[in-house]
């Protein structure tokens, strides 16, 4: 891994990114890739830093994007109120091994991302946006695959990381990418947990003193549906929803155990990986969590 040092190049319109990806790379990284990218919606934590690193060893070019996507947010969601801090997020940025003067960050406002106003050709999840996230939030992966798609267009990188904290929208994106033949490759990152294990988010800064308390009920079930993996499918959901109640987040979205290429439920009887995938309301704040999950098939 390389110390950057130096800062990167801040691009805020397309010609700025163009002239940034034009500009030679010293290829001090000599990494397998020449350009990667990371997107964000900012506020950045150090769950997106270590995305940043990964990627820091993939490729010479490391391009993070900062954009407050309004196509995902449904009307009543927190597009308003979400946390925005690009000073914060460049000074977080360049910190030791992250980015330096070959790498970009490209912080575009929304008319230069979507110039012609909101964009009447989108991309479709198909199911994959009707389940789950997408049941709760109609809509939220057709915006997600319709922004990732032109920033993947814009940014042109060889390699793409996401992280598995939104586990369907990363399913989502590499059946995109596949459907699609998008010339990517797509890289999963595990998620970063506090010291409470509680899964960072940009959102847990909505939460008080109290929520936050609370909010580790999330972590708690899913060590819970780990520990009752031997049991089969009932007994993971059962410890999870218990654990949820112990915790006192009664007001559960959903807790499911799923396939991990294609975020399916799986069967009863199902033996071998599965993702246990929950979502909940901490006061107002809505939070996700998931854990790869190992079945013996004793459902
Ligand atoms: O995961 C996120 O932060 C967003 O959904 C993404 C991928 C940056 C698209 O807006």
């Known amino acids: 891994m390389t110390t950057a040092v130096g800062t990167p190049t801040l691009a805020r319109t397309r010609a700025e990114l163009d002239a940034a990806l034009r500009a030679p790379s010293t290829g001090a990284a000599q990494a397998r890739h020449a350009r990667a990218v990371v997107m964000t919606m900012g506020a950045l934590h150090a769950g997106h830093l270590s995305l940043v690193r990964h990627a820091r060893t993939l490729a010479d070019r490391v391009v993070v994007t900062i954009f407050v996507n309004p196509l995902q947010f449904g009307a009543g969601e927190d597009l308003s109120r ?4 690009l000073e914060g997020d460049l000074a977080l940025l360049t910190g030791p091994g992250l980015l ?3 790498d970009v960050v490209f912080a575009p406002e929304p008319d230069v991302v979507y110039p012609g106003g909101d964009p009447v050709v989108r991309v479709s999840a198909g199911a994959l946006g009707e389940s789950f996230e997408g049941a709760i939030r109609p809509g939220h992966f057709d915006g997600v695959l319709t922004v990732v798609l032109k920033l993947l267009h814009l940014t042109r990188p060889d390699v793409a990381l996401f992280g598995r904290k939104d586990a369907q929208q990363l399913v989502a994106v590499r059946r995109m990418v596949r459907d699609l033949d998008v010339p990517v490759e797509v890289v999963g990152v595990p998620l970063v947990r506090d010291d409470d294990g509680v899964a960072l988010s940009s959102r847990n800064a909505y939460l008080s003193p109290d929520e936050r308390h609370r909010a580790r009920g999330l972590s708690q079930a899913l060590r819970a549906g780990e520990q009752a993996a031997g049991g089969g499918t009932g007994a993971v959901l059962t410890a999870a929803r218990e654990a949820l109640a112990a915790a006192g987040v009664t007001d559960v979205d959903y807790v499911a155990l799923v396939d991990p290429d294609d975020f399916a439920p799986v ?9 246990l995938a929950l979502a909940a309301r901490v006061g107002t704040t809505r939070l996700i969590d998931n854990t790869s999950v190992t079945l013996g098939g004793e459902a």
């Open 82 to 85: 979400y946390p925005r801090d």
């Open 267 to 275: 069967p009863d009887d199902h033996a071998g990986e599965a993702v």
């Open 100 to 102: 330096g003067p070959d």
